[in-house]
């Protein structure tokens, strides 16, 4: 994690723009409180935190409530190229209205195709006018960010940003990045997973009245 970290400060630096880090532990067994946060090497630009409790969506609003920026961005710190971010950092900065995100190129033969579907769902159900709905890094302004109310706390997190950001007319563009390698550890990502991406789109578009 700390060369992952000292890659994305290295990148981040070239923008010319203030920044923080805020890594989130999602799943921590060993947190002995709900959520434990420290500076990183003493700079307070860089923050970590660990959630005893697993939840890509739950990560995310802990980062976020602990942010101060303008932007935020969030992205799978495993499968992101420093380079990339940066990247779509600048898009974010020109198109400072908008929600910018990636859109991955390479995939697995499994995957991609469970991706396709699930997609596919998310157009016709939600209308949702992407094609990789989960892909990140994610760039989104602060404003737009607290005006979604956004109450996901598992993987439907980015399924219900994309719907309620398209339904409130904010415009997104998706970004294509080349899909990396995992940094390290493993995808929890697996069968049951899937079923739950599916049947919680459904939820989103007729569950939450």
């Not at 067994?29 to 860089?46: F, L, M």
């Not at 997609?119 to 607290?146: C, H, M, Q, S, Y």
């Not at 439907?156 to 990045?177: C, G, H, Q, S, V």
Request: glycine share 6%; proline share 3%; aromatic share 12%.
């Amino acid at each position: 994690m700390q060369s992952v970290i000292h890659d994305f400060k290295e990148s981040l630096d070239t923008l010319g723009e203030s920044y923080e880090i805020i890594v989130v532990i999602n799943g921590e067994s060993e947190a002995t409180a709900e959520s434990q946060e420290r500076t990183v090497g003493e700079n307070p630009r860089i923050i970590e935190g660990s959630l005893r409790e697993a939840g890509w969506g739950r990560a995310i609003l802990w980062g976020f409530a602990r942010s101060r920026g303008k932007y935020i961005c969030y992205t799978n710190t495993a499968r992101t190229d420093a380079d990339e971010l940066v990247r779509l950092m600048r898009y974010a900065l020109v198109f400072n209205n908008w929600v910018v995100k990636s859109s991955r190129i390479e995939r697995t033969r499994l995957r991609k195709w469970v991706s396709i579907f699930y997609n596919l769902e998310n157009r016709i159900v939600l209308g949702t006018p992407v094609w990789d709905v989960n892909a990140t890094p994610k760039i989104i302004p602060r404003d737009v960010f607290l005006n979604l109310r956004l109450k996901s706390e598992n993987e439907l997190f980015d399924a219900e940003l994309l719907y309620k950001a398209f339904n409130n007319r904010i415009p997104i563009i998706e970004i294509p990045i080349l899909q990396w390698e995992r940094k390290g550890g493993r995808s929890i990502t697996n069968w049951l997973t899937a079923v739950r991406l599916f049947l919680g789109v459904l939820w989103l578009r007729w569950g939450d009245k």
